[in-house]
């Protein structure tokens, strides 16, 4: 088992800026792929970004390309996201996810966090 914790959402103005973290704990964490999807209220969840095992991969969706940045530290077991200019069409739940495949599909991942609000609103 992996287990995943999110923190770092909150209230913040459209164009404001909040760093996402989830932490893992359990088996290897560097032997996963990780990744963060949203789901807004009435939506279905949808794919952010995800980065690889190693870091030398990330991929976004263009919704957030060029705003989001997907990181993570293998030592420190976390993986980050820093949300920039930040839209009122951000706001949602957000969860990391944790799998074997850097792909998008969140029904590749296997583990998941429970989630944390971001809500973007003046």
């Known amino acids: 088992q992996l287990q995943l914790v999110e923190s770092g959402g909150g209230l913040v103005q459209p164009g404001g800026s909040l760093r996402l973290s989830c932490a893992a704990s359990?088996?290897?964490?560097?032997?996963?792929?990780m990744g963060w999807f949203r789901q807004a209220p009435g939506k279905e969840r949808e794919f952010v970004a995800a980065i690889s095992r190693s870091s030398t991969g990330t991929l976004y969706s263009d919704s957030v390309k060029g705003r989001f940045t997907i990181s993570r530290d293998n030592a420190k077991n976390t993986v980050y996201l820093q949300m920039n200019s930040l839209k009122p069409e951000d706001t949602a739940v957000y969860y990391c996810?944790?799998?074997?495949?850097?792909?998008?599909?969140?029904?590749?991942?296997?583990?998941w966090g429970q989630g944390t609000q971001v809500t973007v609103s003046s």
């Open positions: 996810a944790a799998g074997r495949l850097f792909i998008k599909a969140g029904s590749t991942y296997e583990y």
């Open positions: 359990g088996r290897t964490f560097s032997s996963y792929a």
